[in-house]
């Protein structure tokens, strides 16, 4: 015998079948049916990734053994291709960095001395572009807000004759941290010689 469904709102209360709408329990079955499909391929991406790493793993020890070579070396990073060729596997175990608190203190610097040398000296289009530069090294980008990490390195390469610069860019060295590492795996397809690899695509968004 088929057990009946039963229907809770938001807020916890069950609601009678018979109150609900045809149309609530349409999507109500959709959303269900979605995230049951969903849910199954979490745990089939969670085993691919725990073979995956364990493949990896065998073929460091087989290297390592047979040849005395460690894959990876220092920067964690190597490929792999098939007997054939056209199977490609990549591994990159990436640096996670962020700058510290002290950033702010970076950004406030950086202006200051602008704003030191504008006052001081007749403007002129270096100050703009220095103006310009900061702006752009400490806006938030995309979605998520975050600064450009690399903006903010190239004030280093910039050589301003002032000494609230020359310390936000020796605060800039010290706040650049690893706090981390992020292991990634790509495959690709090439299918001749000539042919440019096609990576095999996991994210759902872009198959």
Not at 31 to 37: E, F, S
Not at 38 to 47: D, E, Y
Not at 72 to 96: M, P, T
């Amino acid at each position: 015998m088929k057990k009946p469904v039963k229907y809770v709102n938001p807020l916890g209360n069950e609601v009678p079948p018979e109150s609900v709408s045809a149309y609530d329990k349409s999507r109500d079955r959709i959303v269900r049916r979605i995230h049951a499909i969903w849910t199954k391929a979490h745990a089939q991406l969670r085993t691919a990734k725990v073979q995956t790493d364990a493949n990896l793993d065998l073929i460091r020890k087989l290297a390592a053994k047979q040849s005395g070579v460690k894959l990876g070396g220092a920067k964690g990073y190597f490929q792999l291709r098939s007997f054939d060729g056209k199977i490609i596997v990549r591994f990159e175990n990436v640096a996670v960095q962020e700058f510290d608190e002290r950033l702010e203190l970076v950004q406030r610097l950086i202006n200051e001395a602008i704003n030191d040398i504008s006052e001081t000296q007749v403007p002129d289009e270096r100050i703009e572009n220095l103006r310009m530069i900061a702006l752009a090294a400490f806006r938030p980008r995309g979605r998520e807000g975050k600064i450009d990490r690399q903006r903010v390195r190239d004030l280093l390469n910039i050589k301003v004759d002032h000494a609230k610069w020359r310390q936000a860019q020796d605060i800039i060295r010290e706040c650049d941290r690893t706090i981390g590492h992020r292991a990634y795996v790509r495959v690709a397809v090439q299918a001749g010689a000539k042919s440019k690899p096609e990576p095999i695509i996991l994210d759902i968004c872009k198959v």
